[in-house]
């Protein structure tokens, strides 16, 4: 199979790209005209493609799959009003070319897995969200909207899509994990704000393994969500996690110094609460590798 991959230097990217490569997949590396392209190697090709102009690579052509993981980080700064437009062309400008570039191939792949985030349904307090739930108003959610209804334009060229809605994902070498890693293993980790805020979580390997089973099943369309049937409430979270590290947890941020350090983007990342099932990836028979959070951890922070 062949796969066409934005986004491949980020958590997932890089690990779906390895993934992919150990199984003799062919791997196409989507690059943007800044970056360094180095042609082939064991984890696939760097094909040189620019969203400003749509213009793609001679080598990405007669793809199978496309995978589109393209964005600026969320959590990567504070969201001033020239952060909130980075994230926003990073992923609504970016998607939109990506479709641009496929509807001018001949031979067009059969599926795109576009990135998305559970952050559409807004802080929802307890309720139990699905891909049916409607989404939230806040800014987050309003974004996330937007990225979706990018990609679905791939669905009048004949391109089954799958927006991947992707929870907390948990990995050792990145992503929010890695940031919560440090205050706990000084014995400073706690709850953040009430801890009553649902966290809906979901590691790494099963991102990947939901990714490949979203090429596989063609039963699978539209939105998913990414995220292990058992969310936790961060303060469980919060002690699970301090258990797996053999730290104490008794030092709770409260939330109006998060919201001091952090604006806006404290209530969207840290204290809105998101109790998310995977309705979807049950109804169609994915078996989660791991669903258990205590497990999930150990697993994760012994590699």
């Known amino acids: 199979m062949k796969v066409l991959v934005t986004g491949s230097t980020g958590l997932v990217g890089a690990a779906l790209v390895n993934a992919l490569a150990h199984e003799n997949h062919t791997v196409c590396r989507l690059m943007r005209p800044q970056s360094v392209v180095s042609g082939g190697g064991k984890e696939g090709f760097d094909v040189a493609w620019n969203p400003a102009t749509g213009e793609l690579g001679g080598a990405g052509v007669g793809a199978d799959a496309v995978v589109n993981l393209a964005g600026a980080s969320i959590a990567g700064g504070r969201w001033t009003k020239e952060r909130k437009e980075l994230l926003r062309t990073s992923r609504i400008d970016t998607t939109r070319a990506l479709v641009g570039a496929l509807a001018k191939m001949n031979a067009r792949p059969r599926v795109l897995v576009s990135a998305s985030a559970i952050g559409i349904y807004g802080d929802r307090g307890d309720e139990v969200l699905t891909e049916e739930s409607k989404p939230g108003t806040d800014f987050l959610a309003a974004l996330t909207r937007e990225w979706e209804a990018e990609a679905l334009k791939a669905e009048a060229?004949?391109?089954?899509?799958?927006?991947?809605?992707?929870?907390?994902?948990?990995?050792?070498?990145?992503?929010?994990?890695?940031?919560?890693?440090?205050?706990?293993?000084?014995?400073?980790?706690?709850?953040?704000?009430?801890?009553?805020?649902?966290?809906?979580?979901?590691?790494?390997?099963?991102?990947?393994?939901?990714?490949?089973?979203?090429?596989?099943?063609?039963?699978?369309?539209?939105?998913?969500?990414?995220?292990?049937?058992?969310?936790v409430p961060n303060e469980e979270f919060t002690k699970v996690l301090a258990k797996a590290l053999h730290r104490p947890a008794l030092f709770p941020a409260p939330a109006s110094a998060l919201r001091l350090v952090l604006g806006e983007m404290a209530d969207a990342l840290l204290l809105s609460s998101q109790r998310v099932m995977p309705k979807g990836l049950e109804k169609l028979g994915y078996r989660f590798l791991h669903a258990d959070l205590s497990s999930a951890l150990n697993t994760v922070l012994q590699r």
């Open 157 to 231: 060229l004949g391109i089954r899509v799958v927006l991947a809605r992707f929870g907390i994902i948990l990995a050792r070498h990145g992503g929010a994990l890695a940031k919560m890693l440090l205050p706990f293993q000084l014995g400073a980790g706690g709850k953040l704000g009430s801890g009553k805020q649902w966290m809906s979580w979901v590691t790494l390997d099963d991102v990947v393994g939901i990714l490949r089973f979203a090429f596989e099943n063609g039963s699978m369309r539209g939105a998913v969500n990414v995220v292990a049937p058992t969310p």
